[in-house]
């Protein structure tokens, strides 16, 4: 044997080595896969019953029980802006049978808005799938001169402080997208915070307030009836919905972009395999004819991605927010 063909055969034997340990090493984790699951799971929403992610949990979970063969249970762990129930999945087995139904606000806003949250909002979750996202929507009282984001904007500077925005709550994703606006487009705008959007968008409707980026689900009624006017969608592309309502993108701003979402998360240490069968199992629900129309009727668009692609755009996400948070210095109620 030559020594080329020796060196031939010994690099053979060392990629069959290497090869024969990442198979044997894989084992355990396909073998969990392949027995999951083998028992009910659990879905936590870290919001009240009956609020758009509550009824997303039920209806993934509803094609989720179909496929595994075992129930899908919907618990709702409400409280601190979703921090409480995504604490607890944070802290729960990391077998796969307890997952979160995460939102913009748990999964990304609160690791720079809370200074002492109990768990890191990228490196304590293994991210499943992204599910739905949707635009904020820039709506005005039908009262307001600011018919266009260039004439609102106009309006701003030429009186600073001015113009007053509505929104959720502090730390909110609707006070802070607000705080994205007023940073990109240079422009001083009033914050008024209330105890939930209902409360703003009455006021708005009211001529108490001037504006606001409220979630599409809420705002798009008000809309149709013309109790408010759409201004701008947060998103890069215009929403189907309205299609003659420019996105603030569009409107002067290119790198503007800021979604409402919702996915899927399991614990840190689930093994990858099962954080992969439930990725197939959520893209297959999502891909599905009645859970495409139901979502898309009510203004969102449906996810459906990669784990990794889903983390990959968690960290932008965590990092688009955390520096809004400090330019702004916004603080949770």
């Known amino acids: 044997m030559t020594p080329t063909s020796l060196h031939r055969a010994g690099r053979r034997l060392a990629l069959g080595g290497a090869v024969g340990l990442a198979a044997t090493a894989m084992l355990p984790s396909l073998a969990v896969a392949q027995g999951f699951p083998t028992k009910p799971l659990r879905i936590v929403v870290p919001f009240p019953p009956g ?3 509550d009824l997303l949990a039920r209806r993934i979970g509803e094609k989720l029980a179909m496929v595994g063969g075992q129930p899908v249970l919907v618990e709702n762990r409400a409280g601190a802006g979703g921090t409480v129930g995504a604490d607890y999945v944070a802290k729960s087995a990391p077998d796969g049978h307890t997952l979160l139904m995460g939102v913009t606000g748990s999964n990304a806003i609160a690791g720079a808005l809370y200074p002492k949250l109990p768990y890191d ?10 599910v739905v996202s949707s635009p904020l929507v ?9 018919n266009a ?3 609102l904007v106009a309006i701003a500077q030429s009186r600073p402080g001015s113009i007053s925005y509505g929104s959720s709550g502090n730390g ?3 006070h802070l997208t607000g705080e994205m606006f007023k940073l990109s487009a240079k422009v001083s705008m009033l914050h008024i915070p209330y105890r939930g959007s209902a409360g703003a968008l009455t006021d708005l409707m009211g001529g108490q307030i001037d504006l606001m980026f409220g979630d599409f689900l809420a705002v798009w009624p008000q809309v149709e009836s013309g109790k408010v006017v759409a201004v701008a969608v947060t998103s890069k592309a215009r929403h189907k919905m309205l ?3 420019p996105t603030i993108a569009e409107s002067g701003y290119p790198d503007f972009e800021a979604l409402s979402w919702q996915g ?6 689930t093994p990858p395999a099962i954080v992969d069968q439930l990725n197939r199992e959520v893209n297959k629900a999502l891909a599905s004819a009645d859970i495409q129309a ?10 459906g991605s990669s784990a990794g692609e889903f983390k990959t755009f968690l960290q932008i996400e965590a990092d688009k927010w955390a520096k809004i948070v400090k330019a702004s210095g916004a603080e949770p109620d």
């Open 138 to 146: 820039l709506v005005r009282n039908p009262g307001f001169a600011g």
């Open 121 to 130: 909002v990228v490196k304590d979750f293994a991210p499943v799938s992204l």
């Open 264 to 269: 899927l998360f399991a614990p840190a240490a």
């Open 294 to 303: 139901y979502f898309a009727s009510r203004g969102f668009t449906l996810g």
């Open 172 to 174: 909110t994703s609707m």
């Open 51 to 53: 609020g758009s992610t």
């Open 149 to 151: 984001v260039a004439k």
């Open 243 to 245: 299609p003659n309502v």
